[in-house]
């Protein structure tokens, strides 16, 4: 691990994780995640079930976070995998304003394509132009097929909507990809996943080779083989291969503060702050401790 000891992981699935991921993730000096809305890795089929994950989102997951001294944001949307269901999508569209607009939501997200369809595009327009009435930051998934014509598509279609580029985040970037994407004033952010996305090696010979700016690096683990550990792996790689500390600074803890910051649901301050932690606090009755002696750390419950 690097000796810089903060760290931001802005595209995260925790809920996918176990608890001792949060406990480790605080070890390596991540203080804070990004939770995008995803699917479950199987379709879901009722609108019912998209209410009750985005309220475990802004609900148990941002309490479980703060159990390890982890502040949890997420972005509320409807994925573009699931999009080709088009009942089901407009539904879920129909309810984003319930979630989208709460305490903890820094974007719509992730939303984008898929497959490149027509259905894709129609709900990618319709959270779009949400986003656009409500001034908020987008993420966008870029498509594992096609993925440069796909993040060229997604651009253009925000900007036809009315997006400010500086609002929109293109995530799983790749060496093809990213120019695209800062050409265009957007930010670029790069997910370290094993076998399917980037690994830290080719990060950082991107960071070496075009500088830190508007460049996110991520982790994007959930429950397929991936690694909740990848910022804070990816920045000790670039501090051994002698990167500036500016620059991993800014790659993996301010970029993505300044990107989802424009939501104005991200506190710096508090964030540069060592967290109290008080695991005697319940969400509900529901304790993540399980029996375990609790963390009270000095101050604990002081206002």
Known sequence: MPTTKRFFDPHIHMSSRTTICYQE???AGIRAVIEPAF??????TNVGSFIDYFSSLIGFERFRASQFGIQHFCTIGLNSKEANDE????????ILPRFALKEGVVAIGEIGYDEITSAEEKA?????EFAVEHDMVVMVHSPHRD???GILRSMDVAAEVGLDMEKLIVDHNNEETFRAVLDRGCWAGFTIYPHTKMDSVRMVDIVEANGPDRIIVNSSADWGISDHLSVPKTAGLMERRGIDA???EKTCWSNAMEAYGQSGEIDVDSLNRDQVVDQTQMFGDTTILRGQTPR????AGVV
Do not use: C, F, S, T
Request: proline fraction near 3%.
């Open 124 to 128: 990618y327009i319709a959270q779009l």
């Open 296 to 299: 009270v750390d000095e101050g």
């Open 246 to 248: 500016a620059w991993i």
């Open 147 to 149: 993925k440069h014509n």
């Open 25 to 27: 993730m605080a070890e």
């Open 39 to 44: 699917w479950l890795g199987q379709p879901r």
């Open 87 to 94: 009942g089901l999508a407009k539904e879920v569209i129909e």
